[in-house]
């Protein structure tokens, strides 16, 4: 009588243990790849911030040096001694409070984000919402000041006739050049806290989307 011989051939134990076998990452891989996007995002935010700080500086140099002294003919054989500076208008005055507000800020934010960097976690979620109100905040004030600062200097270049508003950077070239460099820059700092607010979402996505 023929025995049933029932013995797999090893062949078929290889067979049926291949698809238990799978692609995933191991565990730690993921936490890898996630704190090095981290620290690159912290690495960004620093770097933005110290931008922001230098621009800042920089058009407030250039505003508070924006002055200039230029004889006016004002009759045939007479001129008088008038002196253009930047404390003549309320928009440009309104402009260097915004700039100084913004060096003192990121000063504090830097040293901040810093610290945050070298720690082993990195900058923690509620540091980075904490970040973008602050930036989302400052870069409306910057922003006011520029375009507020930015009309009142249009209209020292071109004037306006309507208003009979006469033009006087035709007179005052060298404050004109400081105020529009200034004002240049603080377009710049805008710019670098839309930057820095827009980072900030971006890894906060990130981390909402691995939770």
């Not at 023929?2 to 891989?29: C, Q």
């Not at 200039?68 to 001129?79: D, N, R």
């Not at 945050?116 to 905040?137: C, N, Q, R, W």
Request: charged share 10%.
């Amino acid at each position: 009588m023929a025995s049933n011989d029932s013995t797999i051939p090893p062949h078929t134990h290889a067979a049926m243990e291949i698809p238990l076998k799978t692609s995933a990452p191991p565990p730690e891989y993921g936490a890898t790849r996630g704190a090095g996007g981290s620290k690159k995002h912290a690495v960004l935010d620093v770097f933005f911030r110290v931008d922001l700080f230098a621009t800042a500086v920089a058009g407030i140099v250039l505003l508070v040096t924006s002055k200039q002294t230029k004889l006016i003919p004002i009759a045939p054989g007479l001129a008088i001694s008038r002196t253009g500076k930047f404390s003549h208008s309320a928009a440009h005055i309104y402009l260097l409070a915004a700039l100084s507000t913004t060096v003192l800020y990121s000063i504090i934010t830097g040293l901040i984000s810093v610290f945050a960097l070298m720690k082993p976690g990195g900058t923690s979620a509620k540091l980075k919402f904490h970040f973008v109100i602050l930036d989302s905040l400052l870069l409306g004030i910057v922003a006011a000041a520029t375009g507020a600062s930015g009309g009142v200097s249009y209209i020292g270049l071109k004037g306006n006739s309507h208003s009979r508003w006469n033009k006087i950077c035709n007179m005052y070239d060298t404050y004109c050049i400081h105020v529009g460099s200034a004002i240049f820059l603080s377009l710049i700092s805008s710019i670098t806290l839309l930057l820095l607010v827009w980072i900030n979402v971006h890894a906060l996505s990130k981390k909402v989307a691995r939770r």
